[in-house]
């Protein structure tokens, strides 16, 4: 009895699998059917089917784009505070690309086997400066918030079953999105590469031949010059035919070194414009692998960059005087090269002399003039000089510092009583 009550339910067990068996295979046969049927139930095999298999899908998707773009605008100005934050004009463009995109998936959902077309073109409802109001960041939140809307609402718009087909679509084509954003904002940011480089040699050429209207002001304020601390123009060998490349790892460079910094080529010169608040020398001096060999000439430091010109003449002057004096430092400092920038005929570097040295020493009195000329025209002789004066030693010495101390050059010095000596001849010069 017990082995024929199992023999019956192993019999029984398997009538009711194969009776579950035959049930599936009829529901799926009914579910091919009722997929494969048209709105009004009757089956077109294939015929006018979208690529999720769901006939309803894309006629839902195109009847739901105005609530989607709805959706997406509330969820911008709850989610976003720099949506809140912009002008109501630029908030209208925003809201014209985010109704593109929307369009444009709908039109792209109808065959996604094939690559997207015209996605940058969503781009095109707003106008190329939103850009600037707008960053790649900000975008790139935009296009996130609206593939998370057409996501949450894709249980209510898809046909039923085709939810997850509609989801995955959303994600394919919201990465096309995003590539076609980076390129819009790489192509802006190229433009605006190529316009700063254009702007840059326009301000250094304007600053090297000395103009300084407001003009040049505007266009210094364009290429966002801070304005803080002063300025000075370094002048330089290039060290190769610079081309944009390596102009811009030099601007990179000079940037970090001293906070504001423009770079020009003129001809076979490197022209550096420096700014900041700190020691623009001592910048300027950490730039010296930029340049090529030969001299390379720090102008004189000026309180801003309207004042640059005077900086420039300076270094370009020095520049062209530097052969005169093989032993000067590199770099060298313009001021540093008075007497040799005096002898190509720079007028200013004569009259800076004559301020500076024997304006200085005439009015000084006491014979302080008289002794240095004695010291100068007897050989640098304390013990000449003293003779020619009938003096003891010691008070040509001492008034010998009083020139240093009145001068700031020390005519101990060989190289300092030199430039003493070219302003002293200047000076008597200009008596006569």
């Not at 610079?242 to 010169?269: K, Q």
């Not at 001592?282 to 004042?307: C, E, H, K, N, Y």
């Not at 002794?371 to 030693?393: C, D, I, K, M, N």
């Amino acid at each position: 009895m017990p082995a024929t009550r199992r023999a019956a339910r192993g019999s029984a067990q398997k009538t009711d699998r194969e009776a579950g068996q035959a049930t599936d295979r009829s529901a799926d046969q009914d579910a091919g059917q009722a997929l494969d049927a048209g709105p009004e139930g009757t089956p077109e095999p294939d015929a006018g089917l979208d690529p999720a298999g769901f006939p309803m899908n894309l006629q839902r998707v195109r009847e739901a784009s105005g609530v989607l773009t709805a959706a997406a605008m509330r969820r911008l100005d709850e989610d976003l505070n720099w949506y809140r934050d912009l002008p109501a004009e630029d908030r209208s463009y925003v809201g014209l690309v985010a109704q593109a995109g929307i369009n444009a998936f709908t039109s792209w959902f109808t065959d996604p086997n094939r690559p997207p077309h015209g996605v940058s073109e969503i781009f095109a409802a707003a106008p190329t400066e939103l850009t600037r109001s707008i960053s790649l960041q900000h975008t790139l939140q935009l296009v996130r918030v609206v593939v998370d809307v057409v996501e949450t609402h894709s249980d209510r718009i898809a046909a039923p079953g085709g939810e997850r087909d509609l989801r995955e679509a959303v994600l394919r084509y919201s990465r096309e999105v995003a590539f076609s954003a980076a390129e819009v904002y790489a192509r802006a940011a190229e433009w605006r590469g190529a316009w700063d480089a254009r702007l840059e040699a326009l301000v250094v050429d304007a600053l090297v031949r000395g103009d300084g209207d407001d003009s040049l002001r505007s266009r210094i304020s364009a290429l966002g010059w801070s304005g803080r601390g002063n300025a000075l123009v370094v002048v330089g060998l290039a060290t190769e035919e610079l081309d944009e490349i390596r102009t811009a790892e030099i601007r990179r460079v000079a940037r970090r070194a001293a906070g504001d910094a423009l770079v020009g080529i003129h001809g076979d010169r490197l022209v550096l414009v420096l700014g900041g608040e700190g020691d623009l020398v001592a910048a300027a001096t950490s730039l010296m692998s930029r340049f090529g060999t030969g001299p390379v000439v720090i102008g004189t430091q000026v309180p801003s960059l309207t004042d640059a010109p005077r900086s420039a003449r300076s270094a370009l002057a020095g520049l062209t005087a530097a052969p005169a004096w093989p032993q000067a430092p590199r770099p060298v400092m313009a001021d540093d090269l008075l007497p040799e920038r005096v002898l190509t005929g720079d007028y200013t570097a004569r009259a800076t002399l004559i301020a500076q040295a024997f304006t200085p020493l005439q009015d000084a009195g006491g014979a302080v003039l008289e002794t240095l000329s004695a010291y100068l025209g007897t050989g640098r002789s304390l013990e000449a000089a003293a003779r020619h004066l009938y003096v003891h030693p010691n008070t040509v010495r001492y008034r010998l510092r009083k020139v240093s101390e009145i001068t700031g050059w020390d005519p101990l010095d060989a190289r300092e009583s030199f430039v003493l000596q070219v302003a002293l001849a200047l000076g008597q010069l200009g008596r006569g």
